[in-house]
């Protein structure tokens, strides 16, 4: 029963992201990150972090971030390229699923007493090691054994 949920929320968190990226493009979706990383390492270097000062920098430097994003995105929808956009935010979203399912949805399933191995978990695992071998010693090992 544990593998059919466990592969129920793997499909259904790849469908929730593939929607969202295709839906916000990949223009969107990077500035909207970089918006929020940027203006986090920028506050936290702010010298003068007293009182309001902190939170302020923060939003102003999201905020011109992503009105950037946005100028980008009328330029590329002027040229009639938002086709392109929305495919590669859908590639975005495969890819955040990807790092998601093998690094948090796949792990939180296997520190139970009863390890759950699928077909599923161990293609993602085996495919997130190749492709981003970074987290490679994050992913747990998987060998699926037919019974």
Partial sequence: MLN??????????????LYIGFY???IKSFFAVAAGFFAIVLAENYPYQFGIN????????????FLIGLFIFGIVKFFYLSIF???AGACLGIFIWLVLSANVVIP??????????????TYISNLSKEVLPIFGKYVPDFKFDKK
């Fill in 108 to 121: 939180a399933f296997n520190n139970s007493e009863n390890k759950v191995e699928t077909a599923t978990t």
């Fill in 85 to 87: 956009d929305k495919l």
């Fill in 24 to 26: 916000a493009g990949i």
């Fill in 54 to 65: 902190y939170y302020f920098i923060f939003a102003a430097v999201a905020i011109i971030i």
């Fill in 4 to 17: 059919i949920l466990i592969n129920i929320i793997l499909f259904v968190l790849l469908a929730v992201l």
